[in-house]
């Protein structure tokens, strides 16, 4: 159910934030959150993927790949300057981030991309070619911010 809750909540920040509120408007506080939920909801869909290759599913591949193309194009703006690690707002996000920016959204960029090319291979219901083309989405895209600029879980 939280899961659930979390995909809703990340698809309607999504949603509002890329058409309503330009993310400029929004505080740093509120950055934050609406750039968690969207995470928590891609991560959501992440494990349905998952699942939908191994039930040999294309349509739920190409649903979950399509919502976070979706999702991802409302990130790029979400990282508002002094929502880094160790501030007051609980994240991973290193300091470093703001500084290369054209990095973030590069790799921004990438993960729309592929999952859009995921999207394309799961209309085939191919396993294999949506594993392998999930895992270049995973690690291009998602890997491409989450490696350089995302720091440790709290523990």
Request: with cysteine.
């Amino acid at each position: 159910m939280k899961v659930m809750r979390s995909v809703i909540i990340g698809a309607a920040l999504a949603m509002s934030v890329s058409v309503v509120a330009p993310v400029s408007a929004l505080d740093a506080g509120k950055s934050v959150y609406a750039r968690k939920a969207i995470m928590w909801s891609m991560a959501a869909h992440m494990k349905g993927i998952v699942a939908g290759i191994k039930l040999k599913d294309g349509k739920t591949v190409a649903a979950g790949a399509n919502a976070i193309a979706a999702m991802a194009g409302a990130l790029g703006g979400l990282f508002v300057k002094g929502t880094h690690q160790g501030s007051v707002y609980k994240t991973r996000a290193k300091k470093e981030i703001w500084s290369n920016i054209p990095k973030v959204i590069a790799a921004n960029k990438t993960l729309i991309r592929e999952a859009k090319a995921l999207a394309k291979v799961a209309a085939g219901n191919n396993p294999g070619a949506m594993g392998k083309q999930f895992g270049r989405m995973a690690k291009l895209g998602c890997g491409g911010c989450h490696r350089p600029f995302r720091g440790p879980k709290n523990k």
